[in-house]
């Protein structure tokens, strides 16, 4: 059963042993638009059996949040008009140039295109991984993208984030709801999750004027208006204690000063996430 955010918007959850991202419905009037691929057939194929235990408006569309595979190597199993930005689309090549036999794959972790958690995922997911070829989107737009679905639109917006510099933003306005993707998420360098400020910033403000109640995560699923404010809360002040510390070990008793309580995992997350050793 898929979740509900709202009467025209629902969503199947994230499952992290595999890297699913959460994919999105949005219903409108007319037809239907999916948000994210999935990360493989076999993930489509169980949202599709979601879809059709529901009386919905036909499915016409399906946006891709960026390229990374884990949101887009579903793409083959889906007969709609897919959409992205068009620098996913030049990145989703990629992945139509390399193969997915075991070889191939360590072939490509040197080459930088997957990790190890990436590769044990993958080989997890797609079945007949020796023929298997990823698909690319139908359409593609540069900057910003109206869907009319009747009665309720998607506004799609490329932006550039500190995950990648492909993300799209995906706003129901009638409904309050923002799909972040994996917008607002660090990117991995050398084992370690790291945020880039100068990006990551710009793109809270950018998403702070979106009048929006549900916040969709890829990874996290939903996220109230107070979660996602706690959230660049807790950022800033990671950040803040990386630029004042020189030292994890510093910025732990600076954290422990300000709040009087013992950092939590996550607050020692964003303080490496910002460089603190
Ligand atoms: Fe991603």
Aim: proline share 3%; charged share 30%.
């Amino acid at each position: 059963m898929l979740e509900k955010i709202t009467d025209r918007i629902y969503y199947m959850m994230n499952r992290d042993e595999t890297d699913r991202p959460v994919l999105g419905l949005v219903i409108g009037d007319d037809c239907c638009l999916i948000v994210d691929a999935g990360n493989s057939p076999k993930q489509a194929q169980e949202f599709k059996m979601e879809l059709d235990k529901m009386d919905l408006p036909p499915v016409k569309y399906l946006v891709v949040t960026h390229h990374h595979w884990d949101h887009t190597f579903g793409l083959t199993e889906w007969d709609l008009v897919s959409i992205a930005n068009h620098k996913t689309s030049e990145y989703m090549n990629v992945y139509r140039e390399i193969k997915y036999d075991d070889s191939s794959l360590e072939l490509a972790k040197e080459q930088g295109i997957f990790n190890d958690f990436s590769i044990k995922c993958i080989k997890a997911e797609i079945t007949g991984r020796e023929n298997f070829i990823p698909g690319n989107v139908d359409l593609s737009f540069d900057g910003e993208l109206t869907i009319d679905l009747g009665g309720i639109t998607c506004e799609v917006r490329q932006v550039v984030s500190p995950h990648t510099d492909d993300s799209s933003l995906l706003y129901i306005p009638e409904e309050k709801t923002l799909f972040l993707g994996d917008s607002v998420y660090g990117q991995t360098i050398q084992g370690y999750n790291h945020f880039d400020d100068q990006l990551l910033f710009p793109l809270i403000d950018l998403i702070e004027e979106y009048d929006a109640e549900h916040y969709v995560c890829s990874h996290e699923s939903v996220c109230s208006r107070e979660e996602i404010v706690s959230y660049w809360e807790q950022l800033k002040t990671g950040f803040d204690i990386a630029n004042t510390c020189s030292s994890l070990e510093e910025g732990l008793v600076e954290n422990k000063k300000q709040f009087d309580t013992e950092p939590s995992d996550d607050d020692i997350f964003f303080m490496k996430s910002f460089g603190l050793r």
